[in-house]
């Protein structure tokens, strides 16, 4: 994959990506869910094959690939949502959708979260650790690794919603 970053906008060229439009195959005026938005790769692509009543619901942890997205891709067919993808089924319906065509999840993060020095996802920099997909949540991991007892890590460790 390659990112170009501006001071605004990411543009994301993800690996394979016409392997996965061949798998998906998606339907003319379909609902898509790309639940991993990132740079917008998926997202542009589908909005290629979804015809002129298509919709694209493209969902983000992290509030500023969306803001960034948003800014790039100005398209009435995409509903950019911020969220995670463990609470999709609730987040699509509660924009009216009682079913969709497909979803596609490239997990992961993106190479602009992994240079974005105050993200503290790298360990190649001097960086304090942080590593929150969402950042308005208000543990990071430096808080979990360095504050945190082993007990109280165990014992409040469970996957993240
Ligand atoms: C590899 S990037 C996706 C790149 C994207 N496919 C593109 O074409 O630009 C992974 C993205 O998933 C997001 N992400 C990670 N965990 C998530 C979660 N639980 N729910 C929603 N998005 C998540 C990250 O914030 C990151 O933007």
């Not at 065509?101 to 790298?122: A, H, N, P, W």
């Amino acid at each position: 994959m390659t990112d170009t970053v501006t001071d605004t906008v990411t543009v994301h060229v993800p690996v394979l990506t016409q392997e996965l439009m061949a798998l998906l195959n998606p339907v003319i005026n379909g609902v898509y869910l790309d639940a991993t938005l990132g740079g917008g790769g998926h997202t542009r692509e589908l909005l290629k094959r979804v015809g002129p009543e298509g919709v694209v619901i493209a969902m983000d942890r992290d509030e500023e690939a969306l803001e960034r997205a948003a800014i790039g891709i100005n398209d009435p067919r995409v509903r950019y949502v911020h969220g995670s993808f463990s609470d999709m089924a609730d987040k699509v319906r509660a924009m009216g959708y009682h079913g969709i065509d497909g979803v596609i999840m490239d997990l992961g993060l993106s190479m602009t979260q992994m240079k974005d020095e105050s993200r503290g996802f790298s360990f190649n920099s001097k960086e304090p650790l942080d590593m929150r997909m969402d950042r308005s949540l208000s543990v990071s991991a430096g808080e979990i690794v360095n504050r945190w007892s082993e007990r109280n890590t165990v014992r409040r460790g469970r996957p993240c919603r």
